[in-house]
């Protein structure tokens, strides 16, 4: 089952089979004599759990160390350094660095940024401004000669490659 990708798979499975299902590469298995909602229950779990993990890269599970300009980005250790010395992050600046790290190269909006990164509904706030800002200071990055995070004015940011 599981070759190529790292898309979750959800099995509806005949009661007593769950566990040769999740052997052969499934990740969630239910028995099918289980109540709709357990089911509905057990998706909605695999799937924030993959949007947050796994959504933007599929390579990133046989990765666990990425190289970018300097930046040596360990999320299993959740440790970053740059140019050998390692550097501190809030929550919301590290979970925005991995996305950068993973995408070089994507533009993303502040409404994207607060929906698919952080996970919080966008109200227009200065926050994703004053985050980036944090960032490119942490990085020894500024906006007038980016290194790593390039302002695309009307659009958002983008990390370079």
């Given at each position: 089952?599981?070759?190529?990708s790292?898309?979750?798979?959800?099995?509806?499975a005949?009661?007593?089979?769950?566990?040769?299902?999740?052997?052969?590469?499934?990740?969630?298995?239910?028995?099918?004599?289980?109540?709709?909602?357990?089911?509905?229950s057990?998706a909605?779990?695999?799937?924030?759990?993959?949007?947050?993990?796994?959504?933007?890269?599929?390579?990133?599970?046989?990765?666990?160390?990425?190289?970018r300009?300097?930046?040596?980005?360990?999320?299993?250790?959740h440790?970053?350094?740059?140019?050998?010395?390692?550097?501190?992050?809030?929550?919301?600046?590290?979970?925005?660095?991995?996305?950068?790290?993973?995408n070089?190269g994507?533009?993303?909006?502040?409404?994207?940024?607060?929906?698919?990164?952080?996970?919080?509904?966008f109200?227009?706030?200065?926050?994703?401004?004053?985050?980036v800002?944090?960032?490119?200071?942490?990085?020894?990055?500024?906006?007038?000669?980016?290194?790593?995070?390039?302002?695309?004015?009307?659009?958002?940011y983008?990390f370079?490659?």
């Amino acid at each position: 089952m599981r070759k190529v990708s790292y898309t979750p798979i959800l099995l509806l499975a005949p009661p007593g089979t769950e566990d040769e299902l999740i052997a052969t590469g499934a990740d969630q298995c239910v028995s099918a004599d289980v109540a709709y909602k357990t089911v509905l229950s057990a998706a909605f779990s695999l799937l924030r759990r993959y949007l947050f993990y796994d959504h933007y890269d599929e390579v990133w599970p046989l990765d666990t160390v990425i190289y970018r300009k300097g930046i040596v980005f360990d999320h299993l250790r959740h440790r970053v350094t740059l140019d050998g010395e390692e550097v501190h992050f809030t929550p919301k600046e590290y979970k925005l660095l991995h996305y950068f790290v993973r995408n070089p190269g994507i533009v993303i909006s502040p409404e994207q940024i607060c929906d698919r990164i952080w996970g919080v509904e966008f109200d227009g706030n200065r926050d994703v401004t004053t985050v980036v800002a944090e960032l490119r200071r942490k990085l020894k990055d500024t906006r007038e000669k980016p290194i790593y995070i390039k302002t695309v004015h009307g659009f958002g940011y983008q990390f370079l490659l």
